[in-house]
């Protein structure tokens, strides 16, 4: 059996690796010059390498570590890994205690500083709530209509519901679905944060495709694949023959590459999806940093939350995350490093200018949670030999890496499957 996977973001990598160890022939094409797609890493005047965002994974991501094991790569060695600490500089601050899961979250919330006894025990009640609302599985609504319901304050949302669901659906509360955000709570409230100590092309994505070239398999860069084609039951790529396809692009370029037969039903399904934009900028400085935590947060800031790469790697860089960035509308990279920096300021009121700033925005960075949102169907693509992957599939989680891992050794396995069957 020969199979291409087009697109060598996480989930093409994820697929390619896992079909080339069933002992399939496996070649992964690539348009840009990189694999990582929205995760690929970049030359910086002034940094080491950084990741086109600053990426944070939970220890709860069970595929991306599985990946890991399955590359050799030993996820203690690359990730800078804490309990899950919410430190608002401005607000609510709490820390997972060390016991285990969810009682770790019960006593850190209630150890928690800058609140109240009854504004914890409230929300405590509210994420009880939402944990009974997905065990009756009762449909879907957005965040906002649940937090009113709720009767949830403007200081809770602004200081823990807001964050959270920016931060992990990349959503507006008004158009964030309620399910989806339980089931990341179920899965990820307590868990351990994990960031990258350098930048993910090295440490994941390089290894990945060692890995990849070890078991027999070929990555193709710089080739972008074009609509595809079949001749005698056969998909015809840069002159090659595949049986089966694994298409593994963001779901904006999934049309291009569909056959003419394949196309109509996706750009239906496609027109009711949205968008929205992650901007990180990254700023160095000459001086010493010295942030209260690897992440901290601000509810009033421009940046979401600031990580200090100083836990990572040593240097004095600042990754700031600024969620849903199209509310500032087409701000120029100074004026971006300016407002971070003001934010900067407010956690360490002594740091001099940064000496290098370095915006990336990423404006269809993820694909938006909205409510009720309906997975593609792609049975009869499947029948047909194609394989859809990509972080925009999963049913249970927001568009992240792990449902990026996730939909690839999904569409391997499902691929390899249907070929054992004929
Ligand atoms: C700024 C930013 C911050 C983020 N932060 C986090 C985070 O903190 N935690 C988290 O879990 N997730 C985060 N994400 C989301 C995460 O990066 C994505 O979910 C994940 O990288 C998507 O992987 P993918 O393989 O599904 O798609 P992609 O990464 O988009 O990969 C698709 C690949 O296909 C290639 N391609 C497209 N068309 C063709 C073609 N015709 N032929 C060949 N190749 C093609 C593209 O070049 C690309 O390399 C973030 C994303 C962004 C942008």
Known sequence: MKVAVIGAGWAGLAAAVRLAEMGVEVVLFEAGRVAGGRARSLEANGF?????????????????????????????????????????????????????????????????????????????CDLLALSWWQRLGSGDKSVADFLAQRRVSAKWRDEFWQPLVWGSLNTPLESASLRILANVLADGLGCDFCLAKGDLGALLVNPALRKLAD????????????????????????????????????????????????????????????????????????????LPAMM??????????????????????????????????????????????????????????PI??????????????????????QNYLNKKGIFLAGDYLSERYPATLEAAVQSGFQAALMCYAKNSAT
């Open 215 to 290: 078991l027999g398999g070929r990555f193709v860069a710089q080739t972008r694949v074009e609509q595809l084609t079949q001749i005698n039951h056969k998909y015809l790529i840069k002159n090659e023959k595949f049986d089966n396809v694994i298409v593994a692009v963001a779901p904006y370029h999934v049309a291009g590459v569909l056959p003419e037969w394949g196309r109509a039903d996706f750009q239906a399904a496609e027109k009711d999806w949205y968008y929205h934009a992650i901007t990180t900028v990254y700023l160095k400085y000459s001086q010493e940093i010295q």
């Open 296 to 353: 901290t947060g601000l509810v009033y800031g421009t940046a979401q939350w600031l990580i200090d790469r100083n836990y990572l790697n040593g240097n004095n860089e600042i990754a700031a995350v600024i969620s849903l960035s199209e509310q500032y509308g087409s701000l120029k990279a100074d004026e971006w490093a300016a407002k971070i920096h003001a934010d900067v300021l407010r956690v360490s009121p002594n740091l001099e200018k």
């Open 48 to 124: 080491a390498m950084l990741d086109n965002g600053q990426h944070l994974l939970i220890d709860g991501y069970a595929a991306v570590f599985e990946l890991l094991r399955r590359i050799d790569v030993d996820a203690d060695a690359v990730f800078a890994r804490t309990p899950m600490r919410w430190l608002m500089a401005d607000g609510w601050q709490f820390q997972a205690a060390c016991l285990p899961k969810p009682l770790n979250v019960l006593v850190g919330l209630l150890r928690g500083k800058n609140a109240s006894l009854s504004e914890k025990w409230r929300l405590l």
């Open 356 to 377: 290098a700033f370095q915006v990336i925005t990423e404006k269809r960075a993820t694909t938006a949670i909205a409510i009720n949102r309906v997975p593609f169907n």
